[in-house]
């Protein structure tokens, strides 16, 4: 089944303006233009994010659809494609976000717009443990790619969950998956974009 709607969701912190989205949203245009490319800025909620994605991919085909998410996006991709049934490309995805942005509960700067604040409250954090959703239950529609060399996210973690999954395992790379572009033709091929 070809990709006609990819979905692409960025990580904490961070926004349509990443490097990654920027590299695939120029991609598709460049070399997919029938594909519809949805690249929305993600509230600090994670409640209210699951609500917008909902409506905004509601009216999608599922059978043809995708979504890729990077870091706490890869954990909303997880969701998102377990509700779906859809493909998944998870890059350095979050595994236990709840656990982990825990210690960020307060104000916080957007890492492209530094002078964007936002504040990430208490109860986010229930927010993000309701999304929790079991291993992926059609490992075939997943491909996670991970770096043992990401600083933030364990990657041995990130393995185990997606035990099954097709994982690309990086040795060396980063969280912010620097050399992305040595990796987006194996994800493009993954996802048979139309």
């Not at 509601?58 to 969701?79: D, I, N, R």
């Amino acid at each position: 089944m070809t990709t006609t709607h990819l979905l692409y969701l960025h990580g904490f912190r961070s926004s349509p303006q990443s490097a990654k989205a920027r590299q695939f949203a120029a991609l598709v245009r460049q070399q997919h233009p029938d594909v519809t490319w949805w690249c929305p800025q993600l509230p600090p909620s994670p409640r209210a994010a699951m609500l917008m994605l909902r409506e905004g991919v509601a009216a999608w085909p599922h059978a043809s659809m995708a979504v890729v998410g990077s870091s706490l996006g890869g954990f909303y991709a997880t969701h998102v494609a377990h509700t779906v049934g859809c493909k998944a490309v998870l890059l350095n995805p979050a595994v236990h976000p709840a656990r982990d942005l825990a210690k960020y509960v307060g104000e916080q700067t957007a890492w492209h717009a530094p002078d964007e604040r936002f504040f990430f409250e208490p109860a986010f954090v229930d927010e993000l443990r309701a999304l929790e959703v079991p291993g992926p239950q059609q490992p075939q529609n997943f491909l996670a790619v991970i770096a043992k060399g990401d600083e933030v996210l364990d990657w041995r973690e990130m393995a185990r969950r997606y035990h099954g999954a097709r994982i690309k395992l990086l040795e060396g790379g980063d969280h912010a998956l620097s050399d992305f572009d040595q990796h987006i033709a194996e994800i493009v091929e993954f996802l048979k974009l139309a």
